[in-house]
Structures are given as C-alpha cells and as structure tokens.
C-alpha cells in the first residue's frame, strides 16, 4: 500500500474541509421560514444555523454505512480465505465507523434538541445509526476481550450486521418524524442551492474517512511485519 | 473404507492472534508407523495436531491426505481420524454403551450390541460399569471409554495428545503396547506426548519442534535413553 | 437426507441427556417465571398499560432464558471436549450446527410455555386469546434466538469470557426479531385485536429467520474451526 494514500487523502480532507466550512457559512440558504406547531418539516425552519448540521450529519451516517458494508464484504472475504489483510481493513473500517457513529448520533442529537426540544426522540434514521452503531461497538469489544478467537467472532458478527441492514431498514419503517432532505424526502432531490455543497461534504467526508482506514490498515500491518521480525531474531537467537 | 495411507504436511503455519504457533513445518507421514511429536509446552505440538485433525485450519501451507496414491478431502478424511487426548471426549451423562452407540451413528459404522460391547471387552472396561452414567468413571476407566470411542471406529490415522497422563506406570506401558499393535496392523500413529519411556523402542519415527519450528525429525527405532538424550539436545 | 438424520441424532442427544439431568430446562423455567415476577413488581400495573407492556415482558424473559440456556448447553459440550469429537465426526458440521440448534430452540420452548401462562396471570394479560398466532410467533423468535446464538456459542466456547460475550454480540444483531415478536404480540393483545399487524409481523420474522439461518449455515463451519 503506497506510503503516500494516507497523506493524500488527510490532506484532500482537511482542503475540503476548510473549503466546505466555508461554502456552507457563505453560499447556502439559511433556514428561516418555519409554521410553528407543524410536525412537518418544510426545507427551512427556524434552525437557522441548527439547520447546518445536515451538511455534516448525513455524509457522516453514508459513512458509517459505507463501512458496514466494508466490514461485512471484508469479513467474508476472511473468513473465506483466512488471509490477515482483509482482517485488517474489516476491523478498520469498524474502527472508523465506530467514531463516525458517534458523530452521527451527536450532531442528530443536537439537531433533534434544536428541532423538537428533545435531546433524543426515536425517529427511523437516528434509531437505525443506533442500532448499526451499537453492533458496531459490539465488533470493536469482541476483539478486544475475546482473545484469539476475538477475528473470527467479530467476522461473524460484520457479516451478521450486514445482512440485518435491510430488516432494521423495514424495521424502523413506519412512523417517520424525521427531517425530509429535499421535496421527496430523498437527498437526490435536494434543492439545487444545497445540492453542490452537500456532495462536496460527502466528498470531504469519504477522503477523511479513506485517510482514517488507511492509517489504521498501514499501522496493523507494520505491528505484524514487527512481530513477525521479533520472531525471526528469537529464532536466530539474537534477542533475548 | 478407503484407509489412509500417507500424510502429506507442507510449509504450514499458524498464528493465533499475535502469537505464532507454527511456522513452515514440513513433514511427511506414512503407515505402519508411530511418529512421536516432541517439544515443550507452546512448541507447537497441539497445534500440529490440531492441523492433522482438520480442527483447524492453517494460514498458510496445506496438508494433505492420501490413499492409494489418491488424494482424500473432507468427510472421507475425518472418517480415518481417531483422537485420543487428555479429556475423554464422551458425554458425562451417557453410559458407555450409549457413547459408543452415538458414535458408531455418527460415524456410520457397525453399532450393534455385539460389537459394542467387543470393543468394551478389548480396552478391558469393567462390565458393571458399562450402564453407568460417563461422570461416575474413574480416570482410567474414562481414558479406556476414550480408547474404545476411538478404536470403535477402525481409524487409520490415530491422533493421540498426552494420553497417558493421569495414567498408572501399568496403564501407560499397556497403552503404548495397544498402540503399536495398531501400528503393526498399518495404521498411522502420532502421538504428543512428555512420557517418553512409554513410547520408547515403540516409535520408528521422531520429530521434534521448537517454538513452532521442526528442528528434529529423524526415522528409526529409539529407546528411552536416546529420546531422553534427543529431546534435550533439541527441544531447548 | 444424512444431514437432517444426523442432526436429529445429535439434537435427539441433547434432549435425552436433557430428559434425563432436566438441569437446563429447570433452571431456565424458573428463571423465566422469576423475571415474570420481578416485572410484575418494578411495572406498574395499571390495566391499560398491560397490553402494551405484556409483549416485552415476554418476549425479554425468553431472551434472557434463551442466553442462559445456549451458555449451558455449549458449556456441557465444553466439560469433556465433546464438541471437538462432534466436529471430528465424519458428518457435515452443519449437522451438528442444526442439531445444537434445533435442541435449544426446543428448550426455548419449553421455557414459553411456562411463562406465557404466568404473565397472563400475574398481569391479567388476555394472551391466550388467539393462541394459534402467539404459538407461531414463539416458535419463529425461537428458532432465530438459537439460530443466531448457536453460531457464536460454538465459537465462544474456548473463550473465558463467553458468558458475558454472548449476550453482547447476539443481542444487536437480533434486536429486528425482539421488535417484530413483541409487535406480533401487541397486535394480538390490541383492543380490538389488529390482525395485520400481526401477520405483517409475523411474515417479517419467517423472512428475518429465513436470512439469518441461510447465513448461518454458510457461516458456522468458519467459525467453529479455528
């Protein structure tokens, strides 16, 4: 893996970053007009900046998803054939997806306070980031406590969480109180003032989250080339 | 029945988790043979035998199994293997004439009362004892249950993990003399073991390991001071 | 089909050793009755509550009955090493994956049958109404809860901190089965009874089973072999 992949994306990331920060302050419609009493939310309230947080709420969950999806295929793929590689961008991308959930869970939060006077309510997306995000905590545990076995077991549950996406999916389906992104509720149909922007934070987002995996895909294989070193000098007899 | 006759390990190796087990061991195993597998504790040897067993897989290199110069795989392999270990593999609350019945289930061989109770008779469990439950056996008499689990089944390549610990000076030598019989009748025997005296003049085949490396392996008949003088040459 | 004839010897085992101690299925009962007891205090009563505390209560005592139940019978497969003799055997592992299976889901069973009437008496709770669809509901939870829980038992039995594992590793991935069996039963017990509730549930768990048992029996050999 080319020494050069973490940088690059770091430095992609912390450019769009900056750039999105910006666009978002400057170049997107404020929230203003909002009909008090109504649970309906029309693309504007009275968030006002609240309302911001969505340009950086919705590429953290794709994330989280993304690595699930990651996870799950990367686990098979181990389980499979055994081969430590495809172990360590499994645990990685949970790794990553752990903090990129806990992002989620706060800025929906925050949004949620801001929103509905509620600091969490159990509306069908923030209740499926939990439900992921939870499994994905399990994952990072499971490794730590469960000593060898710690990478088959969590492989196992990866590929479990994958195929149990659609069923939390259908499961949280009905009764939905949560913000409808654009006229149809689906982020295709964005208004065009926010549409730019927003995939630019996704774009920023999927640079930071690559520059996140890598790292700790480079830094997994280098702990094994290290042992694996310290086994050749005990061998030799070199080390003590 | 097609009955192993060669065992094939090449360059295997085995990690669990940050600790190495085995690292590209090579060996070759034949019948009408009884391989003794030396080394100190967490050199590697269970693991080994692990690996024969299909119990686990390696991470790299293969093994493979062989008879009449055909390559055998899968449930026709495990239908040659017999395990001996340290637990008796028996279920505590079965008696041993419904352990052995399960087994010969399991393995679809002759289960029959006769045969059942043929093979009680040959590893000499007392006949009072064969209707009560496993758990109210003593050491010896599980350890024979164990042996007769295992020659029920007629394998052709015998497995065994320190078998004769907790055994009697007389259990072990008897032990070691059933095994050989075994081999002597063509099958191929492994067995793991620190007690060398009972395996002496026994064994044609010595291999040792060493933090997961094959550092030994030698064909020939050994008596006990030779084994003794090897296994501290090499297994430090 | 060898395989369906071995797991059934396998599961027939399971049940006869089980017949014979009653260890699991006593202390699982009675495990479940007591959480039906503790409830009864910590909730309170109010009659209109009960509909819709009922199916939780119910659903979670068998989830925790279920948990207790897979520790013991791996843990029995642990004392003697039994398990590596299973896998050695010259049978399809998933013969002993659906015989493991089979006889928990069973024990399960055997443990909602002892709850259920408890529940509906300590809390007056109509759940005999429509008995047929509640039946069908337990056996489908059941079969998920040990379908799931089997895999990763199978594969804990070598860890030392299996007990409290489990539940951390089983539990998310089957929260989608607690929500439908409970809706399953709130449906049931709605005043007036909503019966497409019941069955939009009830096929959402046969679909849910049907995913998680097909991964199961691809996943289970990786697991159990280390």
Redesign the interface.
């Known amino acids: 893996m080319s020494r050069y992949l973490t940088p690059a994306f770091a430095l992609a990331g912390a450019i769009g970053l900056a750039l999105t920060v910006w666009l978002i302050f400057t170049a997107t419609p404020l929230a203003v007009d909002y009909t008090p009493g109504s649970r309906v939310y029309v693309s504007g309230t009275s968030l006002f900046y609240n309302q911001k947080i969505f340009y950086y709420h919705v590429p953290h969950a794709f994330m989280m998803f993304l690595a699930v999806g990651i996870s799950g295929v990367c686990s098979i793929i181990f ?2 054939k ?3 590689k495809w172990d360590d961008v499994a645990l990685a991308s949970a790794e990553v997806a752990v903090a990129f959930g806990a992002v989620v869970l706060l800025t929906g939060s925050i949004w949620a306070k801001a929103a509905w006077d509620h600091w969490w309510i159990w509306e069908k997306r923030l209740t499926m980031s939990l ?1 992921l995000w ?2 994905l905590v ?1 994952y990072v ?2 490794r730590r ?9 969590s492989a ?2 990866a ?3 994958m ?2 996406v659609p ?2 999916y ?2 949280v389906g009905a009764g939905d109180n949560h913000p409808k992104a654009g006229a149809e509720g689906n982020v295709a149909t964005l208004d065009p003032a926010m549409r730019g922007i927003f995939w630019a934070c996704v774009a920023t987002f999927f640079c930071w989250f690559m520059a996140l995996v890598t790292n700790r895909v480079q830094s997994a294989r280098m702990e094994r080339e290290v ?2 070193l310290r ?1 050749k000098g ?2 030799a007899g070199l080390l003590a | 029945m097609t009955a192993l006759d060669r065992v094939k390990i090449t360059k295997v190796a085995k ?6 087990a085995l ?1 590209n061991v090579s060996l070759e195993l034949g019948a009408r043979s009884m391989c003794a597998l030396l080394g100190h504790n967490g050199a590697g040897k269970t693991t080994l035998l692990g690996l024969l067993s299909t119990l686990v ?1 390696p ?1 790299d290199g293969r093994i493979t199994y062989h008879s009449n110069n055909a390559e055998v795989h899968g449930e026709a392999v495990r239908r040659e293997i017999g395990l001996l270990a340290h637990s008796s593999l028996c279920y505590g609350e079965l008696t041993a004439r419904e352990n052995l019945s399960l087994f010969a289930g399991l393995y679809s061989v002759d289960g029959t009362a006769a045969t059942i109770e043929a093979v009680l008779d040959r590893v000499g469990l007392d006949a009072r004892a064969r209707d009560r439950a496993a758990r109210t056996y003593s050491r010896g008499m599980l350890q024979r249950l164990s042996l007769a689990r295992a020659l029920l089944t007629k394998p052709s390549l015998l497995l065994l993990d320190e078998p004769f610990t907790g055994l009697d000076r007389g259990g072990a030598l008897a032990l070691g003399a059933e095994l050989g019989t075994l081999r002597d009748a063509g099958a191929i025997v492994v067995v793991v073991t620190h007690d060398l005296e009972a395996i002496a003049d026994r064994t044609d085949h010595v291999a040792i390991l060493r ?1 997961g ?1 094959l550092v030994f392996e030698d064909r020939g008949a050994y008596d006990y001071e030779q084994l003794k003088g090897l296994y501290h040459r090499h297994a430090n | 089909m060898s395989v369906l004839r071995q797991a059934a010897r396998i599961a027939w085992k399971d049940l006869r050793i089980e017949l014979r101690s009653r260890e699991i299925v006593y202390t699982m009962a009675f495990f479940g009755g007591l959480l039906a007891v503790v409830y009864s205090f910590v909730f309170p009563s109010k009659s209109e509550l009960v509909p819709l505390a009922a199916p939780g209560m119910l659903w979670v005592s068998i989830a925790f009955a279920g948990t207790i139940g897979l520790g013991r019978a791996f843990d029995r497969e642990r004392e003697n090493d039994t398990m590596r003799a299973l896998l050695l055997a010259p049978i399809p592992r998933l013969a002993v994956f659906l015989g493991k299976s089979a006889a928990i889901a069973v024990l399960m069973l055997a443990v909602a049958v002892v709850v259920t009437p408890m529940l509906a008496l300590l809390l007056g709770a109509d759940l005999f109404a429509d008995p047929g669809p509640l039946a069908l509901s337990l056996v489908l939870g059941a079969i998920g809860f040990s379908v ?1 829980g089997s ?2 038992s199978a ?2 039995i ?4 299996r007990d409290v ?1 489990l539940p ?2 089983i539990y ?2 089957l ?2 089965l607690f ?2 069996g409970t809706s399953v039963t709130a449906g049931l017990l709605a005043v007036p009874a909503n019966p497409e509730k019941v069955w939009y549930w009830m096929g ?1 768990l046969g ?2 089973d049907a ?2 048992l097909v ?1 199961s029996l691809w ?1 289970f050999e ?2 159990v072999i ?1």
């Open positions: 389980l499979a055994r081969d430590p439900l939870l499994t399990g545990l499971v406590f469960a000593g060898a076995s710690g990478e088959r077991l196992g549950m590929v479990f969480a195929i149990g069923f939390i259908v499961m042992r694996e086994e005990l061998d | 990690r669990y988790g940050n600790e190495r690292a897989s991470n933090r490396q | 799931v895999v990763f594969a804990l070598k860890v030392r901190s594992l951390v590793i998310p991935l929260i989608p929500v439908a959402f679909i849910f995913a998680f991964v996943i990786s697991m280390e």
